[in-house]
């Protein structure tokens, strides 16, 4: 559906060749040291600021800097495993905050051991500079998402094709070296700066891509590397996004069938597909006319995608969904679309570095009628997201810049690595992982049997959080015969929430408030 993008530094160059990545070892000059100063929130008072210029080129380590924000938590304990680098995914997600929350959440005997550092990736958030290509981009209420008229696809081509433009206006010369390679070599720029010799990593949704790139081209320098929710390699980026909309329409069927067991609460009847039906029926009113101004089809969309992404969500999206089907009552749809809305969660920022780092990363369909027959072919097998996820990634069928060869992420070179995956994952398939334990040799993947949410460990999931815990503290990974190593039940489902507002789900579950969206 979305992916997201990140950091990484040497002036030893990475050549991408042929579709692979050689791993070239860090020569560099170290970085000038970081200054700490304090920057501590209610929720994380222990977090510490710095930044750290990096070549914009790392072919070229003393043309012109660019700057990242980096956040810590520093270690406690006496002797020390050195940093943890940790990533929320995106591309284009912030993961200073993310620093605290990892530290907070991770036993303290495992925190205590690691300077915990999260950083915001070249273009996003605190990071000099920051990309925003079209202010209000998304400024509802947009074009309805599936094409039914001629109008409507000129319409969503329209902003697609001027979006692109804008970015390549107003950043020609960021485009080129906002790429999940030039991410990666960031990172290892923080690495030497931090005066470490190795690195640990901990990344969700398009993180593990990211650190996969960064173990690629660095290997040696990786201690522990912990990848949850993860991105298929061979797909990036266009055939993932088709993938992603079976697993989309999948969870939104999860929904529909979890309000059914419910329906003394919601009454919306015991039958998911008639249930669905009324959904449908929903989606082409507010295509006709959006409630109160401000939520139509498109806005729809992106409301009950996030329940995709976490079924914390479940109750208020059924509740919204409720009031309007029984009374036409919109008030609890618009407050939903505010709360959780999916394009709220990086705000502009975010799907500017998204937009550039995956168009940039590998090729994608050029030709328009291409895009056209898939988008098609997706609506008729999935239908509640394929044309809003088309839109959304539509810009790089128009991209300024050209693209990189995809990366080759394969490695035998690593020490062994940890792997999370849901089964009913939406944002990151499956197969995705399983994929990624056979690339990255002595690697480990522990499955949330029947979980469907993303970004699964430090969520509440006690057996996942021991394998994360033992790993981290002693490097012990489980061995396994199967296509898994280790398998965990999956947490509860929700039960139905009345009065309160949706983002009391954030709330409940940090995490999935600081992933945001789009993997």
């Not at 790392?58 to 940790?86: C, E, K, M």
């Not at 001629?150 to 960021?174: I, M, Q, V």
């Not at 590397?225 to 993938?243: A, K």
């Not at 799907?351 to 988008?375: F, L």
Request: overall charge positive; some cysteine; proline content about 8%.
């Amino acid at each position: 559906m979305r992916t997201r993008a990140a950091l990484l530094c040497a002036a030893a160059a990475a050549a991408v060749l042929a579709g692979s990545v050689t791993a070239v070892p860090a020569q560099a000059a170290r970085p000038a040291g970081l200054s700490w100063k304090k920057c501590g929130t209610g929720d994380y008072p222990r977090l510490q600021c710095a930044s750290l210029k990096v070549p914009l080129d790392h072919a070229r380590p003393s043309g012109r800097q660019i700057t990242l924000a980096l956040s810590r938590v520093p270690h406690t304990a006496r002797t020390s495993q050195g940093p943890l680098l940790v990533n929320p995914g995106g591309p284009g997600g912030s993961g200073l905050t993310l620093a605290g929350f990892v530290a907070s959440e991770l036993p303290k005997s495992v925190a205590a051991r690691y300077d915990v550092i999260g950083f915001d990736p070249r273009g996003v958030g605190r990071s000099r500079p920051a990309l925003d290509c079209v202010p209000g981009h998304f400024t509802p209420v947009r074009p309805v998402s599936v094409p039914a008229t001629p109008a409507l696809e000129r319409a969503n081509l329209d902003r697609a094709r001027s979006f692109a433009a804008a970015c390549g206006r107003r950043y020609a010369d960021l485009l080129p070296y906002l790429d999940t390679v030039s991410a990666a070599k960031d990172l290892d720029a923080v690495r030497r700066a931090l005066g470490a010799s190795r690195i640990s990593y901990l990344g969700y949704s398009y993180g593990t891509y990211l650190g996969a790139v960064y173990a690629k081209l660095f290997p040696k320098r990786v201690h522990r590397l912990v990848l949850d929710s993860i991105v298929d390699p061979t797909g990036v980026w266009y055939r993932d996004n088709l993938g992603q909309d079976y697993a989309f329409d999948d969870r939104h069927r999860a929904l529909m069938a979890w309000i059914a067991r419910y329906d003394t609460t919601y009454r919306l009847g015991r039958d998911p597909e008639r249930i669905g039906a009324r959904w449908y029926a929903m989606r082409t009113a507010l295509a006709k006319k959006p409630a109160r101004g401000e939520v139509g089809a498109a806005e729809l969309e992106d409301t009950f995608m996030p329940g995709a992404y976490f079924n914390g969500y479940w109750p208020y999206l059924a509740e919204a969904f409720a009031a309007y089907v029984h009374r036409k009552d919109t008030g609890p749809l618009v407050k939903a679309y505010r709360d959780i809305a999916a394009v709220d969660a990086s705000g502009d920022n975010g799907y500017s570095v998204y937009t550039a780092v995956q168009c940039r990363d590998a090729p994608w369909p050029r030709d328009w009628n291409r895009w056209r027959a898939d988008g098609w072919d997706m609506h008729a097998k999935a239908p509640m997201m394929a044309w809003n996820n088309a839109w959304y990634n539509a810009p790089c069928a128009f991209w300024p810049t050209g693209p990189r060869r995809q990366v080759d992420i394969a490695n035998k070179a690593l020490p062994p690595a940890l792997l999370f995956q849901a089964t009913d994952d939406a944002a990151t398939p499956y197969a995705g992982g399983v994929t990624v334990h056979r690339l990255l040799a002595r690697s480990s993947l522990v499955v949330e049997e029947g979980g469907g949410n993303h970004g699964i460990t430090l969520s509440g999931n006690a057996c996942l959080d021991k394998h994360l815990a033992a790993y981290l503290g002693s490097g012990r990974v489980p061995r396994g015969a199967g296509p898994a190593d280790a398998v965990c039940a999956k947490s509860p489902d929700p039960k139905p929430v009345k009065g309160r507002s949706a983002s009391t789900a954030s709330r409940g579950s940090t995490l999935h408030g600081l992933l945001g969206f789009r993997p």
